[in-house]
Structure formats: C-alpha cells, structure tokens
C-alpha cells in the first residue's frame, strides 16, 4: 500500500510526542520532518511542501491554528493535507478547525496506531483526482440493476442494514458500494458526521437534536420524511460543538 514515499511534517513541542509520532511514521516508510516552534513548523511546511502535516495546537511563537490559517493563505500550501493533534480538552478545537480547513483531528492521548489509521487516510484522501478540493463529488450507488452516481451534497444520510450499506436523498435510498469505514474516508469530515455504529449524517441536513431519556439523544433528518437516527451523549456534545449551538 505504500509503494508512494511521502513526506509528512510534524509540527509538535512536545518531545516525547514528536518522538513517538517520528518512530511510527518512520516504522510505516514515510520520510518525516520535525518541527518543535510554530514559526519553524510553518517555514519549513512552505520549504518542503510535505505531503501531510501534522499540526498541534499548543506551540511556542505561532500556535496551530495560526499555522493553519497561514498555510491554507497561501496558494502554494493551500493544499497539503493538514491533521490538527488537539488536546482533550480543547472542545473549541474542532469547530475552529473545521472553520480554518483542517482535513483531520487526532485527540491526545493518542495511539500510534489511531494516528497511523489516520494518516494513511487522509493521505488516501488526497490522492484522488481532485479539482479545488482533496474529495471527490460523487458517489456510485445501486437501485434495483441500475447505477447512479449521487452527488455527496445530495446525501442526507447513511445508514446499514444486515451488512448492507444504503445511501439515502430527499426522494430515495440506494444500495451503496462502499461500507461505512469507506464513506468515511470518502466524504468531506467537514460535512458529515459519524453519528452512530449504523450511521453517517450530513451535518447541514440535520434539524435538530432531540433528548429522548435520561442520557440519550436522536436526530431529526431535515428530509421529507423526518427520520430520526440514534446518536450516544458523547456524540451529541461533539456534534453540538460543530454545528455551534
Ligand atoms: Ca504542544
């Protein structure tokens, strides 16, 4: 899987973390570089253009999100896959990120393997043939023996059944070919959501976020048929902290 030499950046003060993100990155084949300030972290982002940055938030001189917003400013770096390592406190993090053009968030503490998992996805990602973005626009889907392509704006949400996986728009639901691992490394992580095991929901076409017993929620699809999909408490916070409400 990794006949492709990539060089990723690591933008991170925190010895011990830079070390271990640097021995597994290197375990896996990538070529990395390291950075401990901000200001260096940018400067050598713009030298090098790696293939993939990893940014932390917290840095001496320029924090991440200053880094962020820098690179994706400049028409040489606007594109290079940028994974923000924030802390497990930060619950701004995410919307600021999703704001600033992040591609990806690991947590801290992390696991070498999560990060990995990661990266290799958003590297994945990036390859496609893109034009202006780093993902592709449609999807193919099946309904009886036919194929259509569904344009990912179009997806209210997905969900599966008995090991199926099914796409669902305002006016139908298709047979999918991709399972839900696979949509989430296809669909922009700024759009959907991940909102349960079963199902992925596009964030702009949820209606709202209905408390239905003591420590559970659901959704309200914004379709015509106000489908409700199942959410944990957890999930429910980190949505309600990307959507801002
Ligand atoms: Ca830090």
Redesign the pocket.
């Known amino acids: 899987m990794k006949e492709l030499k990539y060089t990723i950046l690591v933008v991170?003060?925190?010895p011990l973390i830079s070390e271990m993100v640097m021995k597994s990155l290197k375990l896996e084949g990538y070529t990395v570089v390291v950075a401990q300030t901000g200001d260096d972290g940018l400067s050598k982002a713009k030298e090098i253009k790696p293939d993939l940055v990893l940014l932390?938030?917290?840095?001496p001189k320029l924090d991440g999100w200053e880094i962020l917003t820098r690179l994706r400013d400049d028409p040489r770096c606007k594109d290079i896959p940028i994974i923000m390592l924030t802390a497990l406190t930060d619950e701004k993090s995410k919307v600021q990120g999703l704001r600033g053009g992040a591609d990806d968030y690991v947590t801290k503490p992390f696991s070498a393997l999560e990060l990995m998992a990661r990266v290799e996805a958003v590297l994945k990602r990036a390859d496609r043939p893109a034009h202006g973005g780093s993902t592709q626009s449609q999807v193919p889907v099946r309904k009886g023996d036919k194929i259509y392509l569904i344009d990912m704006d179009d997806i209210n949400f997905i969900d599966v059944h008995r090991d199926c996986t099914y796409l669902h728009t305002d006016d139908d639901h298709f047979l999918a070919g991709n399972t839900m691992m696979e949509f989430e490394k296809i669909l922009d992580s700024r759009k959907f959501f991940r909102a349960h095991r079963g199902y992925i929901v596009n964030l702009r076409k949820i209606k709202e976020i209905v408390k239905v017993g003591a420590s559970s929620f659901e959704l309200t699809m914004n379709d015509p048929e106000h489908r409700k999909i199942p959410m944990s408490r957890r999930q429910t916070s980190e949505l309600k902290k990307l959507l801002n409400i």
């Open positions: 991170e003060d925190e932390d938030v917290l840095l």
